[in-house]
């Protein structure tokens, strides 16, 4: 079992540069819709750029989410937050089952 769930990872990666914090459960919940997503744009941004692609599909592989579910996210940013680690990810998948 790992030390550290991806979601853990990920929100402590996702928040280096920043003051306020997002936690484990709200970067997931923001996924699986249940948290609103506009108050964290900046970590938002962090998440879909910068993020190594594994540290991404792990958080999904762990937490039930499938690309769908961040897609929709990502397309609501602004496109200037858009590219990166996702974007790369999402276009070596198009067409094929991302689990």
């Known amino acids: 079992m790992p030390k550290f ?3 853990q990872s990920a929100a402590t990666s996702t928040n280096v540069s ?3 914090c ?3 459960e709200e970067l997931v919940g923001i996924f699986k819709g249940k948290v609103d997503w506009h108050i964290w744009l900046p970590h938002l941004s962090v998440f879909f ?6 540290m991404i599909q792990r958080l999904m592989n762990e ?5 769908k ?3 929709d996210i990502y397309e609501t940013l602004p496109s ?4 990166g680690t ?14």
């Not at 200037?80 to 590219?83: A, D, R, T, V």
């Not at 996702?86 to 689990?99: A, D, H, L, P």
């Open 5 to 7: 769930t991806a979601a």
């Open 69 to 71: 579910h961040l897609s």
């Open 63 to 67: 937490n039930g989410l499938t690309l």
């Open 18 to 20: 920043f003051k306020r």
């Open 49 to 54: 750029t910068e993020l190594p692609a594994v």
């Open 80 to 83: 200037i937050l858009q590219g």
């Open 86 to 99: 996702f974007e790369t990810m999402r276009n070596e998948t198009m067409g094929k089952s991302f689990q």
């Open 22 to 24: 997002i936690s484990a």
